[in-house]
């Protein structure tokens, strides 16, 4: 099962959801998809499109209701070179949204470090990289279609439809059933990433200068060392000078994937061995330095499954949290094989960004499938929430709708706006109904 799937029931890509749905529809037009949709709400039943699965929460399961796959809603409207837009169907995948881009001589301007996901799915839950003055792929939408509850089809932009726009380009599926997407683009450009090993408090004592100077920053810390990996990525005015496809595969795919793979299921079988594993792990990554198409150095193979968390913090809490996160794993007796990663993000206005209003830095923890939890994202979440931290919508978490309307400013619009386009909550399900209320 590569992503999401659908047979006797469904289950995404983790493991860890699963669901019967009552039926499986797959429109292939947005006409079909407000008749489905329709269908659904007069005979009583919810409903939830479904993208690759990759939310680690149930915010995509379907539940016993009908599930809705785009797989055929993947077409490429509009490109329009004079406004600086791409308009596509809700089902295209992200790695062939990339492709038909750069055929085209254009680009994202910040992505996601997986490009498996749906666009509908990747931008209602929050899907973001790293970027000192770069959002998120909501951030970048410029106009939505969407299908209501009542089957009908709304366009939405800054002009038309302003309230709907402003909730429906990050709406968690709570909305309606996106079905269109236009994305602002600009002409492609080239990444040159710089990824060097450096130690745990050399990147928090040099974090503000790492965040200003470069365009994308990021780092994993790997738990029971002091070593950490960091990437700069940086424009870059060229010639392209991509890794060798051989030290491509040796490093993004062999060692990143399949030796990782071996190295996780050893540690999960004997827990003792992590603390070496981590050691010998950290220093295999050495310095490099490669320049490519911006995607393709903003992505990179995925195929180690796991679980995950991560919470946004403010930006200026950031280096305390990183610290007692650290304190917290090395007074326990945790054995965490999987590194944590940090990202940043500057301020947005839409209203349910982990980023809204606030410059903020991800910070992400992960176990590898089936590993027991042992308290690890209990307690990494106490700390997140006692920094005001946001979760991310599609990773794991305990938050509920009280404590998200405490630090969301706009979560009480965006729950009005909720009940005035669905009040009989025909796309409601058990993750919604605990993280917006009823």
Known sequence: MPHGTVTDGWQNWAGNQSARPSRVATPATVEELGEVIRAAAESGRTVKPVGSGHSFTAIASPGDGVLIRPDALTAVRE???????????????????????????????????????????????????????????????????IVLADGTVQHCSPDENAELFQGARLGLGA????????????????????????????????????????????????????????????????PAAPLPAFKAWLDDDFL???????????????????????????????????????????????????????????????????????????????????????????????????ANGRDSVYIAVHLYRGTAELGYFTEVEKLMAAHRGRPHWGKLHTRDAEYLASVYPHFGDFTALRDKVDPSRVFANDYLRRVLGA
């Not at 509908?120 to 106009?143: C, V």
């Not at 295999?284 to 150095?297: C, L, P």
């Open 256 to 354: 990143s994937n399949t030796v990782w793979e071996g190295a996780c299921r050893v540690g999960r079988r004997f827990p003792a061995a992590v603390p070496t594993i981590a050691r010998v792990a950290s220093r295999a990554w050495s310095e490099r330095t490669y320049t490519d198409t911006a995607y393709k150095v903003f992505t990179s193979p995925r195929k180690v499954r796991f679980i995950e968390m991560e919470y946004a913090v403010p930006r200026e809490a950031a280096t305390t949290v990183l610290r007692e996160l650290k304190a917290m794993v090395e007074r326990s007796d945790w054995r965490i094989s999987f590194p944590v990663e940090v990202r940043i993000a500057p301020a947005d206005d839409l209203w349910l960004s982990t």
């Open 79 to 145: 490109i329009n070179r004079e406004a600086g837009t791409v308009t596509v169907e809700s089902g295209l995948p992200l790695h062939r949204l990339n492709r038909l881009l750069e055929a085209a001589g254009l680009s994202l301007t910040n992505m996601g470090d997986i490009e498996v996901q749906t666009v509908a799915g990747a931008t209602s839950t929050g899907t973001h990289g790293t970027g000192r003055d770069s959002g998120s792929l909501a951030a970048q939408i410029k106009a939505l279609e």
């Open 175 to 238: 909305l309606g059933a996106v079905s269109a997407v236009t994305f602002g683009v600009e002409p492609a450009f080239l990444l040159t990433a710089h990824e060097k090993p450096m130690s745990f408090d050399e990147v928090l004592g040099g974090f503000d200068d790492l965040t200003a100077v470069n365009e994308h920053f990021e780092f994993y810390w790997f738990p029971h060392t002091d070593r950490c990996s960091t990437k700069r990525n940086n424009r870059s005015q060229g």
